[in-house]
Nanobody
Framework: QVQLVESGGGLVQAGGSLRLSCAAS????????MAWFRQAPGKEREFVAAINWSGRSADYADYVKGRFTISRDDAENTVYLQMNSLKAEDTAVYYCAAKYGKSLRVAVADYEYNYWGQGTQVTVSS
């Protein structure tokens, strides 16, 4: 089992940057694929980015591709989401998620992830 704690959210102007962090408990972090999802008010939760257990494969939603970068540091049990060129439509609560297993495939569906953090608010002012 793993527990996830997100941090790094806040208020930023459009065009600015933020880096979200997700710290995971447990000794087998390197066995987990990790992902970021987000949920805006009145909208369903949507996929943002994911990285597989090895860190060699990642995938991004089209609406963040080229602006966001997901990475992981297994020594620190942490996954990051670097967000650049932020837009007002990026405003949402961002959730970190974990999926156990050494799959080569990058999972992008929320139902595939077993563990979730509490979320961190990102607000982009236009």
């Amino acid at each position: 089992q793993v527990q996830l704690v997100e941090s790094g959210g806040g208020l930023v102007q459009a065009g600015g940057s933020l880096r979200l962090s997700c710290a995971a408990s447990g000794r087998t972090f390197s066995y987990y694929s990790m992902a970021w999802f987000r949920q805006a008010p009145g909208k369903e939760r949507e996929f943002v980015a994911a990285i597989n257990w090895s860190g060699r494969s990642a995938d991004y939603a089209d609406y963040v591709k080229g602006r966001f970068t997901i990475s992981r540091d297994d020594a620190e049990n942490t996954v990051y989401l670097q967000m650049n060129s932020l837009k007002a439509e990026d405003t949402a609560v961002y959730y970190c998620a974990a999926k156990y297993g050494k799959s080569l495939r990058v999972a992008v569906a929320d139902y595939e992830y077993n563990y979730w953090g509490q979320g961190t608010q990102v607000t982009v002012s236009s």
